[in-house]
Structures are given as structure tokens and as C-alpha cells.
């Protein structure tokens, strides 16, 4: 979904059926996925939740990612 540059209302995009998802192999279905959210994000990057901080939890000893 993205944001009209008139900001009044949105656009949705619906993407085909994704048929036989996620499979057997589970590295080949992470990078699927991985390729579809990419795809979707640079429709408008400007938009995607850029400050999401998915690894702010670190191992002790580890250093920040941000």
C-alpha cells in the first residue's frame, strides 16, 4: 500500500498468488520472501518504516547494529 502523493488516500497493489510457498527448502523460501517485501518496499521507499529497530536486542558481548 502506498500513500498518494496528494496524500489523500492510498494505492494497493495486490501481487499474484505466490503457488507453492513456502516449499521444502526453507533457504530457497527465505530469499523468495526476502525478493517479494524488496520489490514491494522500493515501490516507494520514502515510505517503508525505516526506523523499525528489529534487532535492538543484542547477545551479550555483541555490539549495537545501529
Not at 496528494?6 to 533457504?27: A, C, F, T, W
Not at 524488496?38 to 517503508?48: K, N, S, V
Amino acid at each position: 500500500m502506498v500513500r498518494k502523493l496528494d496524500r489523500r488516500g492510498y494505492s494497493l497493489h495486490i501481487s499474484e498468488v505466490m503457488n507453492d510457498y513456502p516449499g521444502e527448502d526453507k533457504q530457497i523460501a527465505a530469499g523468495y520472501i526476502n525478493k517479494v517485501i524488496e520489490r514491494e518496499i522500493l515501490r516507494a521507499p520514502e515510505q517503508y518504516l525505516w526506523v523499525h529497530r528489529r534487532f535492538k536486542t543484542r547477545p551479550l558481548g555483541e555490539p549495537s547494529v545501529y
